[in-house]
């Protein structure tokens, strides 16, 4: 099991900046993947980004240039550096990550989420 725990949303103008955090707990030896969702009013949940154990980022879009994600030096930690900010980037934030086991040369991924932060840009 993998418990995560997300710091960092808050209320900022566009153009502002945030800084999120998740810290990954438990069995996180066999960490593959972490990173980020959000869901606006209305709207599914979507990808933001997320950081492989090799380091490897991938991003939407919508996000490219303005948000950085990285991990911390126990790589059981990750960051989402939100800059530029734009009303459409409101949204509950979730942190995801992905364990991913191989048994008798069967992988399987097991997916586990954070609770979600609030993140309001508004003018």
């Known amino acids: 099991q993998i418990q995560l725990a997300e710091s960092g949303g808050g209320l900022v103008q566009p153009g502002g900046s945030l800084r999120l955090s998740c810290a990954a707990s438990g069995t996180i030896f066999s960490l593959y993947l972490m990173g980020w969702y959000r869901q606006a009013p209305g709207k599914e949940r979507e990808l933001v980004g997320n950081i492989t154990s090799a380091d490897i980022t991938n991003y939407a879009d919508s996000v490219k240039g303005r948000f950085t994600i990285s991990r911390g030096n126990a790589k059981n930690t990750v960051y989402l550096q939100m800059n530029s900010l734009k009303p459409e980037d409101t949204a509950v934030y979730y942190c995801?990550?992905?364990?991913?086991?191989?048994?008798?040369?069967?992988?399987?991924?097991?997916?586990?989420w954070g609770q979600g932060t609030q993140v309001t840009v508004f003018s």
């Open positions: 995801y990550a992905v364990r991913r086991t191989v048994v008798t040369g069967t992988q399987k991924d097991y997916d586990y």
